[in-house]
């Protein structure tokens, strides 16, 4: 089972606050795949998104789907920062995303 939570709360720009894959599915593309529908139907040229430091995987893919590195926001859980993600979208909603 696979789902994920796409909004535009985060200063009016798409944001993506949840993405779960259970241990089954994982390392099998259902993440990557989950991740690019995302990016395809996002109403906004820019995605954001975050993950702690200590969470390679997620790293991983947001890297292999050309997510770069926005900032780090300390605090919020002891000891492992959560790094913010983003991504430029050229054309919106058409399923072209830009790298």
Partial sequence: MEFAALEY??????FIS?????AAERRTGAGEMLLQYLLSICQTP???SSTNQSNRPMQALFAK????PSGMIHNLDPND????????ITARGSGVIDS
Avoid: M, Q, R
């Avoid at 709360?9 to 798409?14: D, M, N, V, Y």
């Fill in 81 to 88: 920062p959560e790094i913010v993600y983003y991504k430029a």
């Fill in 46 to 48: 820019k995605l954001f």
């Fill in 18 to 22: 949840l993405l779960y894959v259970s």
């Fill in 65 to 68: 789907a050309g997510f770069l």
């Fill in 9 to 14: 709360t985060f200063f009016e720009h798409g």
